[in-house]
């Protein structure tokens, strides 16, 4: 999952699940923490394919851009988030 600077996640719970993380999930779902938008805390939405113990998981993030990307088995998933730039 990501994490922004300076952002903490609160014990018992995973990136994904705080405000500001998005992670994606072994059953092929992306889980965004979300705040302000009406959702539930942790939106979570259909998202490349399910892997297991024996793929590879990679995260990708254009800091020029802000875009965050997730990746499986070198293969990548497709768009998880755009508002990651620098500030």
Do not use: H
């Not at 952002?7 to 072994?26: L, N």
């Amino acid at each position: 999952g990501v994490l922004p600077s300076g952002v903490r996640v609160a014990e018992g719970t995973v990136p994904g699940e705080t405000d500001g993380s998005i992670s994606y999930f072994s059953r092929g779902t992306l889980r965004r923490g979300e705040s302000g938008t009406g959702l539930e805390p942790a939106l979570e939405v259909p998202y490349g394919s399910e892997f297991g113990s024996s793929d590879r998981v990679g995260v990708g993030w254009d800091v020029r851009s802000g875009t965050v990307f997730f990746t499986c088995n070198g293969t990548m998933m497709g768009l998880a988030a755009s508002e990651y730039g620098l500030d």
